[in-house]
C-alpha cells in the first residue's frame, strides 16, 4: 500500500474549455492530494465530464493546464497515464468473453502478470464470476469488471466518472463499497464524478461543486457543512397555537404547510415536547434534522430543480 501523506497528485491552473461561443469549463483550479476520495459534483451539464476528458489528456484545454503528479502531459504524457486508471462513461469490453478473458487481453497490453489479474478480481469481488461470460453479468458486475480493468496497471489515481449511474440499490451499494476500500486498502486517489449527492456524501471525504462550469467550493465533507445548524420539525393538530406557546418561552419558530419549524436548534427536543402537551397540542411529529448535502449544494448553486 502506497503512503497517504499531503501530495498533490492533482492540480489544475484557470483550466478552461470553450467551444465557439460557449464556455464549458471556466478557469478552474482544482487541488487534490493523495488519499482523497474527491467527489466532484455539478448538475447534467456542468462540465464535470469536460474537465476529466482534459485530466485524462483525451480533450486539449482552450486555456489553463493540468498537472498530474507533478507533471504535465505535454512533456510526460505516457509516464502520467501509466499512473491512473479511469473508467469514464460505459466500461469497455467484450460481451462474449468472460470477466478474466477481458482482463487477460488488457493485460497483454499493458504487460501486467498473471497474479495481478487474480488481484483484481478479488479486489472487486469478482473471483467466483472469473470465467463466466461477460454477456451474463447484471449491470453492477459489468461496472465492477470496468473497475478491474482501471485497476489493472495498479494505479495511483483512479478517475470515475458517473460509475453508479443505472444501477438497483445493490448495485449502487456494491460500487460504493468498493470506492470506499481504495485510499485505505491499495493507496489509491479517488475522483468520482456524479451528480447523485446522497452517493457522494457516503462515500467522499473531499467534494468540489461545479456549475456553468465554475468552481462554486471546494474543500472537506465538514467544511461545506460548517455552520449547518439542525432543524426541529414539528407537526400537530394546531400549528399556529403551538407557535404561540412557544414564543410565551422566547422559541422562535416558523409555519411551512403542515409542518413548524424551529431553525438553528440547540436545545432539547423533549422540552418542547413537553410544553406542547402540556398545553393540549397533540404532537403528531418531533425530529430533529439537519441539512443534507443536497440542500447545501441547492444553497450553493441556486438551483431548484432536480440534479
Known amino acids: ?28 483550479d482544482l487541488e487534490i492530494k493523495r488519499g482523497q476520495i474527491f467527489g ?23 486555456e ?10 505535454s512533456n510526460s504524457r505516457l509516464e502520467i497515464l501509466k499512473r491512473i486508471g ?14 478474466y478473458e477481458n482482463l487477460r487481453l488488457s493485460s497483454k497490453i499493458l504487460g501486467v502478470s498473471e497474479q495481478r489479474i487474480h488481484e483484481v478480481l478479488d479486489i472487486v469481488r469478482l473471483t467466483e464470476a472469473a470465467n463466466k461470460k461477460v ?16 485497476l489493472l496497471g495498479s494505479p495511483e489515481l483512479l478517475i ?49 461543486i461545479i456549475q456553468s462550469g465554475k468552481l462554486k467550493f471546494q474543500g472537506t465533507l465538514d467544511e461545506i457543512k460548517e455552520g449547518n445548524k439542525p432543524v426541529l420539525e414539528i407537526r400537530a393538530n394546531n400549528l399556529y397555537k403551538a407557535q404561540n406557546i412557544l414564543q410565551k418561552f422566547d422559541v422562535i419558530s416558523q409555519v ?21 402537551v402540556s398545553n393540549n397540542i397533540d404532537v403528531e411529529h418531533l425530529v430533529v434534522k439537519m441539512r ?16
Do not use: C, W
Open 1 to 28: 500500500m502506497r503512503s497517504i501523506s499531503n501530495e498533490v497528485l492533482v492540480r489544475t491552473k484557470r483550466l478552461t474549455k470553450q467551444f465557439e461561443d460557449q464556455i464549458s469549463v471556466d478557469h478552474l
Open 40 to 62: 466532484f459534483l455539478g448538475p447534467n451539464g456542468a462540465g464535470k465530464t469536460t474537465t476529466i476528458r482534459m485530466l485524462l489528456g483525451l480533450m486539449k484545454p482552450t
Open 64 to 73: 489553463g493546464e493540468v498537472e498530474l503528479f507533478g507533471k504535465t502531459f
Open 86 to 99: 479511469a473508467l469514464v462513461e460505459a466500461p469497455s469490453y467484450y460481451r462474449n468473453l468472460t470477466g
Open 135 to 150: 454477456k451474463q453479468y447484471s449491470l453492477g458486475m459489468k461496472q465492477r469488471l470496468g473497475i478491474a480493468l482501471a
Open 160 to 208: 470515475l466518472d458517473e460509475p453508479t449511474n443505472g444501477l438497483d440499490p445493490n448495485g449502487i451499494h456494491e460500487i460504493r463499497q468498493l470506492i470506499k476500500r481504495m485510499p485505505q486498502e491499495f493507496g489509491i486517489t479517488v475522483i468520482i464524478s456524479s451528480h447523485n449527492l446522497a452517493e457522494i456524501e457516503m462515500v467522499a471525504s473531499h467534494v468540489g
Open 256 to 276: 411551512e404547510g403542515d409542518t413548524l419549524l424551529i431553525n438553528n436548534f440547540t436545545g432539547k427536543a423533549s422540552e418542547i415536547n413537553k410544553q406542547l
Open 292 to 307: 443534507t448535502l443536497e440542500d447545501i449544494f441547492l444553497d450553493i448553486t441556486g438551483q431548484v430543480e432536480a440534479v
